[in-house]
């Protein structure tokens, strides 16, 4: 997240003439409007917002379409990445239009320390509907299968325990959804990352039109794209909604990061897709 004191954002490897030079050619781009630009990460991010390798975790789901999956999770304060991809079978190297027997899935990398596996199983639960077999809504195949992927014993039990309180509340013998020790997840074509972002060419310009790899990895285009979806809690959704509005009545060229400060909870915003 930028920080708000002055110059915080300076790494060491990052001079002060540069980062002049880059200034103004900012400005220069500004009034002249032609085209968009981007500020890499390394000068935008203070050491301290960026987390360490020690701190992050990784979970994957399986709750229908993966597109809307990925904006489910990417809006969510202590995550610092999604993918989309396939999991949960047995056939190598699947493709979008030849998944064989695997799942739909989208892969979460979080910081551990803002946010916990129990509160990601509180997302998975509430945003689809674990009852419908055989698919989530108008998607119908084995392929939108409800599936938690678990790594080692502690994130199994977590997940027994989440699945029976769930069912329990919902006073349903028809929970679908599996749980799996996580074998091996196979990222999906470029085309289907950050969907519900790429559907917004406007959001895609405020960032400054990220080559899909960046797209792909930026913590930034997560959030936009939980954004592009209404996905985000509404303390998240209007802050960037303000923010947004801020850089256009200013006219900088992009949107550099969203420095939101807020919390993972309550988790109300999100309910079931297809009702209940």
Known sequence: ?????????????????????????????AAERRVCIRIPERIIETAGDVPNNQSLKT??????????SEAVFGCLNGVVQTTVGYAGGSKINPEYRSLGDHAESVQVIYDHRLISFRQ??????????????????PDVG?????????NGTEESRLAAVSKERDKTKSKSSSVTTQILPLGTFYSAEPEHQKFELKRRPFLLQLIGN????????????????????ELCPPKIQRQIDAKINEIIKKGWPILRDLDLNGKVSPYSHVTHVWGT
Do not use: C
């Open 210 to 229: 990220l080559p899909e790899e960046e797209l792909e990895r930026s913590r930034l285009a997560a959030k936009l794209n939980g954004y592009a979806a």
């Open 120 to 137: 990601l199983l509180e997302i998975f639960w509430s945003s689809h509907d674990y009852r419908q077999v055989f698919g989530q809504g």
């Open 142 to 150: 084995n392929q939108y299968r409800s599936i938690i992927f678990t």
């Open 59 to 68: 979970a994957v789901f399986a709750l229908g379409s993966f597109w809307r």
């Open 1 to 29: 997240m930028t920080s708000t004191k002055p110059m915080a954002f300076l790494g060491s490897s990052v001079s002060l003439s540069r980062l002049l030079a880059t200034l103004m050619l900012l400005i220069i781009l």
